[in-house]
């Protein structure tokens, strides 16, 4: 390639001539060009992008005078430098001309971003124009071989913010989405793809800067989640499907949702239902390329690990309704023909989806609100004949069968009729401990888990028996959504549960509660696994556990209940079951009579199965800890976002307000 080609377009370049860029680059692309044509050219790509010219330009009042020539400058180099980059060879030298020219370099992205991109009265074409190569020049800073710069780059001033801001106004204007069908040159660098190359860099050094990612938002973190949305909805219903940009969108939805005001607002805008329809969507996907198929699996793999994440972040049950009712099941019994596609096939990449499968979505059928849609979707995938589908020798089969285990033997129970039930209400003050059937006393208008039969034992609990400590607490996770209120149908269908499974076990319960050395026989029921486990022993074999920092109140209530069944003169069972609840699992205490829980028990032969002396019935919420498979991966930044919501404020505190 002759120099005198070179030096002919350079001339051109220094008229103003913006067409001389594009020629530049087209040569500095050709095979034959060599490291110092190279250095030639980008040399003068540089020289325009000076500070000369940028206080020629901010000097220049005519509108019509635009900086197509800087524009596309930064589009230039973002086409040219990676290529030098990866050689060992030329490397230094590339980067060092490039970092010495940062300085100008961000002057003229800051420049083109607020007086062009930003400005409406600015021709739209020019806009568009200017967004793309500024964002194809900080693309760049996806390449690894970048080492210090890429830290420079970052920590310049705005450039996060801008980028982020840029990323946003593809979601308010639509005219600004890269597209390959208009005029404009194509994008070389998507924003989802930088940002989540950035976030992942960001990670591993954990240099986090959550106010410059919020300051185009406002520091609304609801502003982020919208956007995050707002992309990976628009771009899984184009035609053709852009598989690389799904992948990005949930990849950089998913580092994002580190922050808890990025979490929240994403649960609460329904991503657990986007996600669900890109496995959904991507399952349907037929690509006629060989190349996208493992695309299309790693778009699904990508989801499963959200959903795995976050599905019981608060106390779960919300998000593990949402991916039911938008078609999670069938959506994963239809995933096997891609598993193959991904280099861990069975492993790795799919751990997410059996997990969810055979462990996370079953164990919440305990509640009454999430079986309902389970059932309904149970039918649907029979009708459809998906399960027949399975291989049965796979991983995906073996999930399958926990699932339908456990969900068909619930569906039974599910179907009973709730007008024989007796469920059990007790006065929480441990003073007085009355209790009696459903309705017979009022409940707590703070935490909405205990019961009180007087005014008078709810004051005397809250000044004397830790009601006020737990109370409070209960308020402030709900105020902040950590957990939300359980229905009265889910409260009695755990009871129905729980009374099924004594019922099951209770030949051995009776052998031990016979016996004079284990009274009171103590059941232990965990319903946070899957299969379910079941202990049954003594008050000394089996002491209350160490549930979370906050369960002073649980053993305290435990203790009450020992001391009841011990002095009892018929044979009790203390019951104690855990129940799966995220961050917020739940406790339910219970004092019952044997006879009740053997399977030959009849009521209409009970002489008086009203009688609840020696009863008690309790449930108690955990605080938890934050939970979250991506907590794992960020373990100091998820520390100090965690203590930092530690420190908020309590909520509001209805406290002796009432009962409800």
Not at 217 to 234: E, I, M, R, S, W
Not at 371 to 381: I, T
């Amino acid at each position: 390639m002759a120099t005198l080609e070179i030096n002919k377009a350079i001339e051109e370049l220094t008229n103003g001539s913006s067409d001389a860029v594009t020629a530049l680059t087209l040569l500095a692309l050709k095979d034959g060009c060599t490291f110092m044509q190279f250095h030639l050219i980008s040399s003068a790509i540089y020289d325009v992008l000076d500070a000369t010219h940028l206080q020629r330009a901010k000097k220049n009042k005519d509108p019509s005078a635009l900086p197509l020539q800087q524009a596309m400058g930064l589009r230039s180099l973002a086409s040219t430098v990676p290529e030098w980059i990866t050689r060992k060879t030329y490397a230094a030298r590339t980067l060092s001309a490039l970092s010495s020219r940062w300085p100008a370099l961000h002057d003229w992205i800051m420049y083109l971003k607020t007086e062009y991109v930003d400005q409406d009265k600015i021709d739209i074409g020019f806009r568009i124009v200017a967004k793309r190569c500024i964002i194809d020049f900080l693309g760049l800073c996806r390449s690894n071989s970048l080492g210090e710069l890429f830290h420079t780059v970052m920590a310049s001033p705005d450039i996060i913010a801008t980028v982020f801001s840029l990323w946003r106004l593809e979601t308010q204007d639509r005219r600004f989405s890269p597209c390959l069908d208009d005029e404009l040159p194509p994008p070389i660098f998507n924003i989802p793809a930088i940002l989540d190359s950035w976030m992942c860099s960001f990670s591993q050094d954990e240099r986090w800067n959550w106010p410059e990612i919020l300051r185009p938002f406002n520091g609304d973190g609801a502003g982020v989640a919208t956007t995050a949305l707002d992309h990976l909805q628009h771009d899984i219903a184009q035609t053709p499907v852009d598989y690389d940009r799904i992948i990005w969108d949930i990849h950089l939805m998913t580092t994002l949702s580190v922050n808890d005001k990025i979490r929240s607002p994403l649960l609460d805008q329904k991503s657990m239902t986007a996600v669900t329809n890109v496995i959904t969507v991507m399952v349907a996907q037929r690509p006629a390329a060989n190349k996208h198929r493992p695309l299309v699996a790693k778009c699904i793999s990508y989801a499963c690990w959200y959903i795995r994440a976050y599905v019981e972040a608060t106390d779960g049950l919300p998000w593990v309704t949402q991916v039911v009712e938008a078609g999670i099941l069938p959506a994963m019994l239809s995933a096997e023909p891609w598993m193959k596609y991904l280099k861990d096939k069975d492993e790795e990449d799919w751990e997410p989806l059996f997990l969810l499968l055979g462990q996370l979505i079953p164990k919440y059928s305990i509640f009454r609100s999430v079986l309902r849609p389970m059932v309904k979707s149970l039918r649907a995938m029979d009708v459809a004949g998906l399960p027949s589908k399975i291989n049965r020798d796979g991983l995906l089969f073996k999930a399958w069968g926990m699932f339908e285990k456990v969900v068909r033997n619930r569906t039974g129970l599910f179907e009973w009729d709730e007008g024989d039930e007796t469920h059990i209400e007790s006065c929480q003050n441990a003073q007085c401990s009355k209790s009696g059937p459903a309705g017979s006393f009022k409940r707590c208008a703070g935490c909405l888990h205990v019961h009180y039969c007087s005014r008078e034992c709810q004051t005397y609990d809250w000044k004397n028996g830790g009601h006020q400590k737990y109370c409070r607490g209960i308020q402030a996770r709900r105020a902040n959504g950590t957990i939300t209120r359980l229905s009265t149908r889910d409260l009695r269908f755990i009871d129905r549960v729980i009374a099924h499974d004594l019922a099951f076990f209770s030949e051995r319960i009776n052998e031990l509660a016979t016996t004079d050395e284990i009274r009171p026989v103590v059941v232990e029921l965990d319903y946070t696994d899957i299969p379910m486990k079941i202990g049954v022993g003594s008050v000394h074999s089996m002491p209350a556990p160490e549930t979370c920092q906050c369960d002073a109140s649980m053993h305290q209530k435990w203790d009450h209940m020992v001391e009841l069944a011990q002095k009892s003169s018929a044979n009790r069972v203390l019951v104690r079951a855990f129940i799966p609840g995220g961050t917020s699992p739940k406790v339910k205490l219970q004092v019952v009579p044997l006879k009740r829980i053997l399977r030959d028990y009849d009521p209409a032969n009970d002489e008086d199965p009203q009688v609840f002396d020696d009863t008690f019935d309790h449930l108690y919420s955990c605080a938890g800890l934050s939970f979250g498979l991506i907590d794992s991966a960020f373990p100091e930044e998820t520390m100090r976002l965690m203590k930092d919501r530690e420190g908020a404020a309590d909520g509001e505190d209805k406290g002796l307000d009432g009962l409800d």
